[in-house]
């Protein structure tokens, strides 16, 4: 039995799969890191890896922000701030 051949990769195209798997960090860090793993003759699993260890730490600290940000909600509005700005009665 024959290994199958590897089909040619279209970096083009991986920004948009990077998006649909939601992979942030990756899809920031992988083309300097690739350029570095290049120059340095990385073998390809020390290239992912280190595409995974930023991703889990991105992950990480976006999870230790979420639990010490006191409005949760701020990319919509804070419901607790915007009824403390609003008043009761606009029209009156």
Do not use: K
Not at 6 to 23: E, F, G, N, S
Not at 28 to 55: Q, T
Not at 56 to 66: F, S, T
Request: glycine share 4%; net charge positive; proline share 11%.
């Amino acid at each position: 039995m024959t290994a199958p051949v590897p089909r040619p990769v279209d970096v083009h195209a991986l920004p948009a799969m990077l998006t649909a798997l939601r992979l942030p960090s990756i899809q920031r860090h992988w083309l300097a890191l690739a350029g570095r793993a290049d120059a340095e003759g990385w073998p390809e699993a020390r290239f992912l890896a280190a595409l995974a260890e930023i991703e889990l730490a991105d992950r990480d600290a976006r999870r230790i922000q979420r639990r010490e940000d006191p409005c949760p909600l701020r990319h919509r509005t804070c419901l607790g701030r915007s009824r403390a700005a609003r008043p009761l009665h606009p029209h009156h």
